[in-house]
T-cell receptor, first 114, second 115 residues
Framework: DTGVSQDPRHKITKRGQNVTFRCDPI?????LYWYRQTLGQGPEFLTY????????KSRLLSDRFSAERPKGSFSTLEIQRTEQGDSAMYLC????????????FGSGTRLTVV | AQTVTQSQPEMSVQEAETVTLSCTYD???????LFWYKQPPSRQMILVIR??????QNATENRFSVNFQKAAKSFSLKISDSQLGDTAMYFC????????????FGKGTKLTVNP
């Protein structure tokens, strides 16, 4: 297993377009998290999955954002009608669900909305 | 809600010297975990060190150690014998036990190790 993979690494899109990001977690990890990181800030929690169930969503996740994790494997994060304020690094992480051991992060998808 | 504060936006240190990064947090929980993560430029975030709140002994990982003061809600990171490869953003993070176990991050400290 090569860790958490995210695709694409970079995405430039025009305002108003839809974008979708993919995350492939470590296969034996049943928890998957999405975070957003803007310049000069620490990562902020967006949502998480326990297997295929989405159990918590941050208020940062507006109705233009949707995340899925079909069959409890990979996850997708879709942003509809992108805005310039959506420009950020989107980080995916996975864990075994055992508290205290932290997460394994992917390299992130950097989104630029022009 | 938990908050994590890193009061040093940027720091620099000479190679081979020691540097300490500060972190304070606010919580009403008694059982929790604290972490330091390193994010090199354009690379993924990696775990440096972790501390369980119920353990009084400070965690150590090779050149990295922490000073955990539970009563003061302080969790500083000491890097000894700094190396050029230590240049990165360092994030302090807090995790409660149970529930989502999401990490709450500080804003980070940009550390530059100078040759």
């Amino acid at each position: 297993d090569t860790g958490v993979s995210q695709d694409p690494r970079h995405k430039i899109t025009k305002r108003g377009q839809n974008v979708t990001f993919r995350c492939d977690p470590i296969s034996e990890h049943n928890r998957l998290y999405w975070y957003r990181q803007t310049l000069g800030q620490g990562p902020e929690f967006l949502t998480y999955f326990q297997n295929e169930a989405q159990l918590e969503k941050s208020r940062l996740l507006s109705d233009r954002f949707s995340a899925e994790r079909p069959k409890g494997s990979f996850s997708t994060l879709e942003i509809q009608r992108t805005e310039q304020g959506d420009s950020a690094m989107y980080l995916c992480a996975s864990s075994t669900g055992q508290a205290g051991y932290g997460y394994t992060f992917g390299s992130g998808t950097r989104l630029t909305v022009v | 809600a938990q908050t994590v504060t890193q009061s040093q936006p940027e720091m620099s240190v000479q190679e081979a010297e020691t540097v300490t990064l500060s972190c304070t947090y606010d919580t009403s929980e008694n059982n929790y975990y604290l972490f330091w993560y390193k994010q090199p430029p354009s690379r993924q975030m990696i775990l440096v060190i972790r501390q369980e709140a119920y353990k009084q002994q400070n965690a150590t990982e090779n050149r990295f150690s922490v000073n955990f003061q539970k009563a003061a809600k302080s969790f500083s990171l000491k890097i000894s014998d700094s190396q050029l490869g230590d240049t990165a953003m360092y994030f302090c993070a807090f995790q409660t036990q149970g529930g989502s176990e999401k990490l709450v991050f500080g804003k980070g400290t940009k550390l530059t190790v100078n040759p």
